[in-house]
C-alpha cells in the first residue's frame, strides 16, 4: 500500500484544517482500495482535526516535537501532549525545522522520544544542490541516518518512514529524476536494514503535483510520497489519493 503523507506546514487556520480533513473523509466514501494517509496540520488544529478523523483510516501527524520530556521549554511541545490531544505520528527533520537549528542529534533524540511514547515517525533527510553538485548525495544521506537511527530499536508496533527530500526540491518546482530517487531510496533501506530497522517505508518529498506524482508512486522504491504545497487544496490532495490508490 501506498502513503500520502500531506505536510500542511503554516498554510492553514484551524478551521480550514478541519474542513480540508472533513473534504478527504468524504473523498474518500466509497473507495476501494484506501491508501495510507497521514495528515500534519498545525499545533493548533491538531485536537480539533483528532476529533474529525476519529477512527477513520486517516492519521494525524504532528509537525515536530521537543527532545525532552517535560519541563521550562518555552514555546515547545512535548510528545506526552502529542499523544493526548490524539496525534499518531510525527514529522522529523523537515528542512524547515532545520534551518530553525535542529540537528541530526536532535533528531536521533526526537525520535527515539517518540517512539517510547507510542508514535510513529517520519524523518527527512536530503542534500542541498551544493552536495549535489559535488556528488556526495548518497554520502551525505548516510552520515544523516547513521546519526539519526544508530541505537534506535522500533518495535513491530512503531511504523517509520523515512522522506527523501532533496532541499532543493521542497517548494521550488524542481524534482530529482526517478533514477535518482530510487539509488537513494535503495542505499537508505539497505543501511537501514544493516542498523537492523526493517519494514521502513520510504517515501520521496519536494515538489510533488498530481502532474507529477505518477512517475514517482508507479515505481516500487517509492513506497509514498510526502507532499507540502499541493496538499492544502482538496482537489490536488484528492487527485494523489486517488492515484495512490490505483498504484496500492
Ligand atoms: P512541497 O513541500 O511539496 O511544497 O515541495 C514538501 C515538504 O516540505 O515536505
Given at each position: 500500500?501506498?502513503?500520502?503523507?500531506?505536510?500542511?506546514?503554516?498554510?492553514?487556520?484551524?478551521?480550514?484544517?478541519?474542513?480540508?480533513?472533513?473534504?478527504?473523509?468524504?473523498?474518500?466514501?466509497?473507495?476501494?482500495?484506501?491508501?495510507?494517509?497521514?495528515?500534519?496540520?498545525?499545533?493548533?488544529?491538531?485536537?480539533?482535526?483528532?476529533?474529525?478523523?476519529?477512527?477513520?483510516?486517516?492519521?494525524?501527524?504532528?509537525?515536530?516535537?521537543?527532545?525532552?520530556?517535560?519541563?521550562?521549554?518555552?514555546?515547545?511541545?512535548?510528545?506526552?501532549?502529542?499523544?493526548?490531544?490524539?496525534?499518531?505520528?510525527?514529522?522529523?527533520?523537515?528542512?524547515?525545522?532545520?534551518?530553525?537549528?535542529?540537528?541530526?542529534?536532535?533528531?536521533?533524540?526526537?525520535?527515539?522520544?517518540?517512539?517510547?511514547?507510542?508514535?510513529?515517525?517520519?524523518?527527512?533527510?536530503?542534500?542541498?544542490?551544493?552536495?549535489?553538485?559535488?556528488?556526495?548525495?548518497?554520502?551525505?544521506?548516510?552520515?544523516?541516518?547513521?546519526?539519526?537511527?544508530?541505537?534506535?530499536?522500533?518495535?513491530?508496533?512503531?511504523?517509520?518512514?523515512?522522506?527523501y527530500?532533496?532541499?532543493?526540491?521542497?517548494?521550488?518546482?524542481?524534482?530529482?529524476?526517478?533514477?535518482?530517487v530510487s539509488?537513494v531510496h535503495t542505499?537508505i533501506?539497505?543501511?537501514?536494514?544493516?542498523?537492523?530497522?526493517?519494514?521502513?517505508?520510504v517515501?520521496?518529498?519536494?515538489?510533488?503535483?498530481?502532474?507529477?506524482?505518477?512517475?514517482?508512486?508507479?515505481?516500487?522504491s517509492?513506497?509514498?510520497?510526502?507532499?507540502?504545497?499541493?496538499?492544502?487544496?482538496?482537489?490536488?490532495?484528492?487527485?494523489?489519493?486517488?492515484?495512490?490508490?490505483?498504484?496500492?
Amino acid at each position: 500500500m501506498k502513503t500520502i503523507i500531506a505536510n500542511w506546514k503554516m498554510e492553514l487556520g484551524v478551521r480550514e484544517s478541519v474542513a480540508l480533513a472533513r473534504g478527504v473523509l468524504r473523498g474518500l466514501r466509497g473507495m476501494q482500495d484506501v491508501p495510507n494517509i497521514l495528515v500534519a496540520p498545525t499545533f493548533p488544529a491538531l485536537f480539533e482535526v483528532s476529533k474529525v478523523l476519529g477512527r477513520s483510516r486517516v492519521q494525524l501527524a504532528a509537525q515536530t516535537v521537543h527532545t525532552e520530556e517535560q519541563g521550562a521549554y518555552t514555546g515547545s511541545v512535548s510528545a506526552k501532549v502529542l499523544k493526548e490531544v490524539g496525534v499518531q505520528a510525527v514529522i522529523l527533520g523537515h528542512s524547515e525545522t532545520r534551518a530553525m537549528g535542529e540537528t541530526d542529534e536532535d533528531v536521533h533524540q526526537k525520535v527515539d522520544l517518540a517512539l517510547r511514547h507510542g508514535l510513529h515517525v517520519i524523518v527527512a533527510v536530503g542534500e542541498s544542490m551544493a552536495t549535489r553538485e559535488a556528488g556526495e548525495t548518497e554520502g551525505f544521506i548516510h552520515d544523516q541516518i547513521k546519526t539519526i537511527f544508530t541505537g534506535i530499536h522500533p518495535t513491530k508496533r512503531h511504523t517509520i518512514y523515512v522522506a527523501y527530500e532533496p532541499l532543493w526540491a521542497i517548494g521550488s518546482g524542481k524534482v530529482p529524476s526517478i533514477q535518482d530517487v530510487s539509488s537513494v531510496h535503495t542505499a537508505i533501506k539497505q543501511q537501514l536494514d544493516e542498523l537492523d530497522i526493517l519494514d521502513v517505508s520510504v517515501l520521496y518529498g519536494g515538489s510533488v503535483i498530481p502532474e507529477n506524482a505518477y512517475e514517482f508512486l508507479n515505481h516500487s522504491s517509492v513506497d509514498g510520497v510526502l507532499v507540502g504545497g499541493a496538499s492544502v487544496r482538496i482537489k490536488s490532495l484528492m487527485e494523489l489519493i486517488h492515484l495512490a490508490s490505483e498504484l496500492s
